[in-house]
């Protein structure tokens, strides 16, 4: 059973460039969870998705981010016109349903802007 | 709003030293508490979840957590280290009516053989 999915690993993009960010979730998992890292600080909850839905993008900056979640294929976090300070590991979980206990997290894709 | 508070963010260690991590969080009502561990160059891991009972919490590899309701609080502690535990420690929580996690800072521990 493999776990959760993201990639790519790393990702260097240019200022003004385009990030897309994929999460598989675990086979099973409906739900899937987006956090970021930034140095010296701990992850930061961005948004909560269901296939299809968004539920919770309480975290998400206003401009430039989206996220989807479709019947098929994995979730995209989405970054639009990169700037540096979007700098930052990106984290993916996943659960079967909204029990937290259950939640499982993916090796992140360290996004880099030059 | 909850927030989350690790106020050792480098620990250094002796191989077989005791190990205590500080967890503080901010939020009044009916929570749900979790210490994750990352290892260098992998992802979290859950290593132990309070939601009720037992305030005395056994995890994976040797570790416990301890909530403390009158001092907000839920630390971490391991009787004796070893050299793999080094990875970084975050502490994290959630009210039962919220989706998501709120994580602390984390806190890096070296142990040294």
């Known amino acids: 059973n493999a776990g959760v999915m993201q990639n790519p690993r790393h990702l260097v993009r240019r200022r003004g460039q385009e990030a897309r960010l994929r999460c598989s979730p675990m086979?099973?998992?409906?739900?899937v969870y987006w956090y970021r890292q930034l140095p010296e600080e701990g992850l930061k909850f961005m948004v909560y998705l269901q296939k299809e839905n968004i539920i919770d993008e309480s975290g998400m900056p206003k401009e430039r981010f989206s996220a989807e979640f479709p019947k098929e294929g994995p979730s995209i976090l989405r970054i639009q016109q990169v700037v540096r300070g979007d700098s930052a590991a990106y984290f993916c979980?996943?659960?079967?349903?909204?029990?937290?206990?259950?939640?499982?997290f993916g090796s992140g894709t360290q996004l880099s802007v030059l | 709003a909850q927030s989350v508070s690790q106020h050792n963010h480098h620990v250094i260690l002796s191989e077989a030293a005791s190990l205590e991590l500080g967890c503080n969080y901010s939020?009044?009502?009916?929570?749900?508490l979790f210490w994750y561990v990352q290892y260098p160059g992998q992802h979290l891991q859950l290593l132990l979840k309070?939601?009720?009972?037992?305030?005395l919490v056994k995890g994976i590899k040797g570790f416990e957590a301890e909530f403390i309701k009158s001092k907000f609080s839920f630390n971490l502690r391991k009787p004796s280290v070893q050299w793999s535990d080094t990875a970084e420690y975050f502490c994290a929580v959630n009210s039962y009516n919220t989706d998501k996690l709120i994580f602390g800072t984390g806190t890096r521990l070296q142990v040294f053989p």
């Open positions: 939020y009044g009502g009916t929570v749900n």
């Open positions: 086979k099973g998992h409906s739900h």
């Open positions: 979980a996943s659960s079967p349903d909204r029990a937290r206990e259950k939640l499982f």
């Open positions: 309070y939601f009720s009972g037992d305030p």
